[in-house]
């Protein structure tokens, strides 16, 4: 495959007036009007790289996103997916995985994108922006929390001899759906030594060491299994995802979250 590698530009990574901006334009958002006894899962992709300047400013984004849960009414479940397309400009970021970049390409053609970019934010399948554009991620967060949601659950999950043992349910699905699992880890950080972040230390969270497709459904019916994953890159504290997704990588239908112990 063939990607042309861009990178964002126009936002200097200043960590702390990136997060003051989100949660301005966030609390500005009519989403604080929400139930918050019932909160709309919102599965928030956000595809980075150490190697890009533009990058860190989204990655702050996504952690405030994670840690605050800033929008009444809604539970962010937020993944960020390293890039290696970056790899060959000056340093090799040690969290990039080329099913990742084919995840990216994949939303690249159906989303109707001219190519892939960094950072791109995808929220729930359905919309694409710049990661730090915290006015386009507000008005997409609008959006995305009126579609359909499909509620998923997990339950016993735990860690044994490497192995991620855990149980996935869904409701029932009006058409067919697709079973992801990701393993992240809760938390991470580089001191990058090269390249355009060099001399930066780089903070991460939610960062994704395993993602497969564990299952699918068919119309008119849930899904109840019980799942065993490799949970070897797993050396510190980290979380469990379970999402639904429309085939062809189309829009997420539901999704959970739940810690893991290493």
Known sequence: MNISIRCVRGHRWNLAAAIAVGLAVLASSPMGMADSKSPTPLLVELFTSEGCSSCPPADAFLRMLD??????????IVLEEHVDYWDDQGWRDPFSSHDLTLRQASY??????????????????????????????????????????IPVRISSAKVESGKLQAHIETDAVPGKGDIFAALVLDSAESQVQRGENGGHRLQHVAVVRNLKKIGKTESGQGYSKDVSLDARALPHAARLIVFLQEPGQGKILGAAVTPVAP
């Open 67 to 76: 840690s605050t849960q800033p929008v009444e009414g809604v539970q962010f």
């Open 108 to 149: 690249t053609q159906r989303l109707k994108v001219s190519g892939p970019y960094t950072p791109e934010m995808v929220v729930d399948g359905a919309y694409e922006f710049t990661g730090s554009d915290r006015a386009k991620a507000a008005a997409a967060f609008d959006k995305a929390r009126l579609l359909p949601t």
